[in-house]
């Protein structure tokens, strides 16, 4: 029998199993996939943005996660593990700024003090008697306690809060976020696919202002992307918005008259401003064009394009001070398990790491 068994072999499951064993407890990964940390190294495209040095209430879908990541200092519980790390334009990412060097990082303290790791193994169903019974695909574990880190099925992840729902528990339902919006009218992006360019964007709802960000926009064959649009992916989650219209100004450094001054000089029309294509597609509405780009968008709804997804166990059914269910004291979840996700900038992976903190520092 463990003394823990943390189900999911992701950051805040990796995490919380070093934290644990470190003071002396008997801990199992059950992992559903051939390794553990797969998703890690593609996060930050690579690079691993870990956390950031700007945080509040807002970078979060529920306030609740402020309150598990505001007294967390990533960059000094990193450098516990032996990880060195570094500030880019308030983003805290690994010095080598390698996913592969976090993961290394993790898997040696691991090894060090003695995680027991067990892929290829799928948590089927939870039983709760004198212990706590893990039924998988390579035969039942037993420990004293449980803890959910499996995550979602945003990228190439597994989404086991069945495990939990047949104990109880609310799930709220997942829904994409931090995915890239479908253009409506493929006519507004005609002939953009692989043009990158920054912009003020503005998402609007039936007419009133959700949310605007400075940023980098990708533009794809089918819709846009980059982080600015990501981020607007979320808010759409937050309000529930089926579609809606983003504006895109090119030049918020300028006025709209000033704008109409430039475009006056044919030579600069054409190629003193924007992106040959995307020129001409601005074009068409003179300064309108340029200072106020309109894209109808719906978000997409692929799982393998989202980052994070919303939704997961009720947040209103833990105590987040120990990462405990309500229902039952054997049980408890970290991480994406939970129904919080977070913008872009590393706030994902910071919940992650304070919420293994938080349920590992009660033992």
Known sequence: MFDFCIIGGGASGMYASILLAKKGYSVAVLEANSRVGKKLLATGNGKCNLSNTIINAECYNTPIAFSV?????????????????????????????QANNVLNIILCNMQKYGVKVIT???AQEIKINDCVTIKT???????KKVCLATGSKASFGIDSLHLYEKLGHSVVKNNPALVPLIAK???QIKGLNGVRQEAQVSLYDNGKLIATE???????????????ILNMSSKMCRYNM???VCYLDFMPEFTSLQVEELLKNDITAEFGVLNKNLMQNAIKY??????????????SM?????????????VNEFDFDKMQSKINNNLYAIGEALNVDGICGGYNLLFAFASSYNFAKEF
Do not use: H
């Open 120 to 122: 290829d193994c799928l």
């Open 286 to 299: 003179g300064a309108n064009g340029i200072k106020k780009y309109k894209i109808d968008v719906v978000k």
């Open 185 to 187: 009218k493929p006519e």
């Open 214 to 228: 400075f940023g980098e926009v990708q533009f794809r064959k089918d819709g846009i992307s980059g982080i600015v």
């Open 137 to 143: 695909s390579k035969g039942e574990f037993c420990c």
């Open 242 to 244: 089926e579609s809606g």
């Open 302 to 314: 692929d799982e393998k394009l989202s980052q994070v997804m919303s939704g997961g166990l009720s």
């Open 69 to 97: 990541v505001k007294n967390f200092d990533m960059q000094k519980q990193m450098l516990e593990l032996g990880l060195v790390t570094k500030v880019k334009t308030g983003r805290v990412y690994p010095f080598s700024e």
